[in-house]
């Protein structure tokens, strides 16, 4: 595997370090922080484990039927996929792969290249997997167990793959390979066994050896500037048309547009995933809240589902933020003063966070944790943290993730204390 | 030396190359036509940056979709923009070259290099490069492996006076024994290398 030793390898994995590093960064320190909370709660270290591989331990838990952990593991894939896909200008290497595009380079090599990136990328991922690993040989678990949790691997692999070099249509084929493992688990031990030795193999040959001619790298390849189509001649407005111009080019709305085109065409699957990761914490926060049956627990799981909500959409300020700091160099010398894009910025971002805020505040209200009206108010309060969160975004670039949690928390603490 | 037949490429629903077809035999070709009308997709096309939508392109008798690891053996392309990574130096850009075609970098190679007048920078790293400089960084690579085909777009953007003749010296010189497809606005620039002009419009089938 000599491609493995190779320059590309080399390039690949340092361009991937040198653009990620803070933002892999910060996965560790989100993953410290909640084993660190987790730790000071008293908990064991097995505990602790066993909580942040809970996704992957619950597949193993005999209690679940058939269809929910086909369910389960075909979510579990989709996650992988959007993660992959939050990534994918990183993973794929950038500019510069466009141009290794012209060099001889075989589609196999490319490939593994881009897998052995593809697993960095994915190292807080497969920290976790190794962690329920762990947890199944401490617990004795069959064979079957931890060789499922690799299975995963593997299939969240392809996922990625697919995602990666845009074949959607492969993706069918890797959840129905999940459910198959996910079905033959309730099998006996040998069946089970051997059903996962198939999908692994399949899995591993398809990773290793490829479907097609698409690479990791080049299947993107307008990563070098596009070109921009020529627009169709344009009739001349008539009048009627120039005054409807001119009332859509309101420079509030045009600052507001780019805001709009910044989140949903540059960064549309960062927006995809936290979109996904909100409508995640809605969820979890509704079957909490309906175990608990409306009491004074409900409304504080709620509220701490709006706080994680505001947090995670809010990291949309930092790319906002980014984008918008890159083009001062042409928009500086404009009549415009500096942050000019921030009220836009936090339009837009309330625009995606606020259905999931107002989802978690209908949601108390309706199982009587709440009344209409404070719950109307946990929105607004819940819309000035979003405020608050983007202010550490425009400062500082390293702490701004920890000071959000910190806000996002006092928030939690004080919204808690008032409303009950 | 360079054929391409049937050449269609999209960009979602507009179509950016329309069943273009064109033979090159060893010579300087530059291409000219208006901006967005697809010059450097179709470079990009020809050099297996971009996969096309249909047809076929040969490079020295080697078909790119069927055997694209021997057309690329004889395939040098420099794009209009310098994708290099930042934390790679000129000499490791070279190396890296070389060694994806297999080859050395030889003394016609580092001749180049010092027509150029890139000596004293192949230890910097690309990030730390003018813009000028990079550019000269990504044609001299590809003088790399003795090409039967150059694809070059924009190549003379960005270069001092002097390193615009030196680089339609060499051009000219290699144009004797490859094919030197240039896309450029630069009248001047392909007066002083000899080449044909073609017309993008004449790429594509009559009507």
New interface residues.
Partial sequence: MPELTSPLLQYRLRWFALCTARLLLRRWQALALIVGLGASAGTTVLDNMEMLAYPLLALLDPAHGVFWRCLHLVALLAVCGLWAGMQRVQIEGGPFMAFVGALPFSTRQLRRVGIAVLLLADSPLLFLVGWALVSTIVHRAPLTHPFLLLVVVLLALAAQVAVLERRPRLLPGVAVAGCIVAGGLSLPAGAALTIELLVASGAAAALWWGTGRRVLATAAAPSLAEPAPAPAPAPAPTAPVAARHARYNAPWLQALRLSWWIVFRARRNEAVGKAALAAGCLALAWGLARIFGGDARSLGTILIAQGVVALTVSGMFRYLHLTHRDSCGFTGALPLRSTWWRPFDLAVVAALCLPFLAGLAAMAWRLGAIAPLPAAATVVGATLLLWALSVPHLFTDRHAAVLAAIVTGLWIAIMLASLT | MLRFEGLCKS?GS?R?LRSLGYSFAPGAFVLRG?????K??LL?VL?????ADSGKVWIDGRTLHDD???A??R???A???C??????TGR?LL???A????CAVVPAVQSVVERLGLAPHLDTRCGAMSLGTQKKL?LAAAWIGDPAVI?LDEPSNGLDADARAVLAALLQEQSAQAVVFISSHDQAFARAIGATVIEFAALQPAA
């Fill in positions: 960009y507009r950016v208006p901006n967005g009308v697809g450097s997709t990009r050099a297996g940056v971009l996969p694209p690891l021997a690329k053996m395939l040098a392309y794009p209009d923009e994708p290099i990574y930042p934390f790679i490791e190396d890296f070259v060694q994806a075609k297999r990504m694809l």
